[in-house]
């Protein structure tokens, strides 16, 4: 099976800021929009941020102005760039599809914002 791999997460203080990368499928990257997930502790699996096939880009009210998705130019990789961090965005976070395909969930990447 094929996983995409999410990296880049850590701990931060609040404000702080963090870059995460996604691996994956060049395939899907290509054909599918895509979408960065998160989940903290006992909460739903939430989409927070979805680029299309076109570069169009969405995000959760809860991110936006603060995180900017992005595909990298060969559309091998895709990113997110976190900024002005707070306690809330505390979670794991997983790239995918958009509609998500359940079995190239990954591991997914911690992020915690505390002080």
């Known amino acids: 099976q094929v996983q995409f791999v999410e990296s880049g997460g850590g701990s931060v203080q609040p404000g702080g800021s963090l870059r995460l990368s996604c691996a994956g499928s060049?395939?899907?990257?290509?054909?599918?929009?895509m979408g960065w997930y998160r989940q903290a502790p006992g909460k739903q699996r939430d989409l927070v941020a979805r680029i299309n096939i076109n570069g169009l880009t969405t995000y959760a009210d809860s991110v936006k102005d603060r995180f900017t998705i992005s595909r990298g130019n060969a559309n091998d990789a895709m990113y997110l760039q976190m900024n002005s961090l707070k306690p809330e965005d505390t979670a794991v976070y997983y790239c995918?599809?958009?509609?998500?395909?359940?079995?190239?969930w990954g591991q997914g990447t911690q992020v915690t914002v505390s002080s």
């Open positions: 060049g395939i899907i990257f290509r054909r599918y929009a």
């Open positions: 995918n599809a958009y509609p998500s395909i359940w079995q190239y």
